[in-house]
């Protein structure tokens, strides 16, 4: 069974930054994508970014050049720098991983950012 433990959350004042990262059970080789999702009280999750095998990536509307998702194959381990942060950037950030083959979504348990302003 794959695990994703995501850290680095954590309370922020407005304007400033967090790195997230999510270590991998098993090769990040292995998915065809990874992401990050965050989900706010009372919304739906959402798509913050993605980053495919091919190493491009896409990013929501709302966090496009102020965050960037990145990996480390060695470390089986991928990252969402968050800069210039706001209030509405305020939410649990889930790890995702999408294999092709099943297909198969795997998620982590998730991790709180609180921006406050």
């Known amino acids: 069974q794959v695990q994703l433990v995501e850290s680095g959350g954590g309370l922020v004042q407005a304007g400033g930054s967090l790195r997230l990262s999510c270590a991998a059970s098993?090769?990040?080789?292995?998915?065809?994508?990874m992401g990050w999702y965050r989900q706010a009280p009372g919304k739906q999750r959402e798509l913050v970014a993605r980053?495919?095998?091919?190493?491009?990536?896409m990013y929501a509307d709302s966090v496009k050049g102020r965050f960037t998702i990145s990996r480390d194959y060695a470390k089986r381990t991928v990252y969402l720098q968050m800069n210039s942060l706001k209030p509405e950037d305020t939410a649990v950030y889930y790890c995702n991983a999408y294999r092709s083959l099943g297909p198969k979504d795997y998620w982590g348990q998730g991790t709180q950012v609180t921006v406050s302003s």
């Open positions: 098993e090769s990040i080789f292995n998915f065809n994508a």
């Open positions: 980053i495919l095998r091919g190493d491009s990536t």
